[in-house]
Nanobody, 116 residues
Framework: VQLQASGGGLVQAAGSLRLSCAAS????????MAWFRQAPEKEREFVAD??????NYADSVKGRFTISRDNAKNTVYLQMDSLKPEDTAVYHC????????????WGQGTQVTVSS
């Protein structure tokens, strides 16, 4: 599956953004989907995923970010509310067949910058 992320931008602290990740392929509904992020000079970190019928979040974004998907549109979203400067990073979407596989498909990333 090929992925294309969009929706990043510059926002003030406490603001909101919604990221989108469009996927190719007719089997999108069968894939687990996730968001990761990487800040400058930091390791890539997990943000959220939709695996099977369950969603999971990093503690740092729990209660502020929401992952959702629209299988009819082959798209997964990340609604980000109450943004903080420490959320500044390049956000990537990723896909895997199921939990027994690694996150093997990646989008190109979209920059999110939160100003204080």
């Amino acid at each position: 599956v090929q992925l294309q992320a969009s929706g990043g931008g510059l926002v003030q602290a406490a603001g909101s953004l919604r990221l989108s990740c469009a996927a190719s392929g007719r089997t999108f509904r069968n894939y687990d989907m996730a968001w990761f992020r990487q800040a400058p000079e930091k390791e890539r970190e997990f943000v959220a995923d939709w695996s099977g019928s369950r969603t999971n979040y990093a503690d740092s974004v729990k209660g502020r970010f929401t992952i959702s998907r629209d299988n009819a549109k082959n798209t997964v979203y990340l609604q980000m509310d109450s943004l903080k400067p420490e959320d500044t990073a390049v956000y990537h979407c990723a896909a895997r067949r199921n939990r027994f596989y690694t996150w093997g498909s990646w989008g190109q990333g979209t920059q999110v910058t939160v100003s204080s």
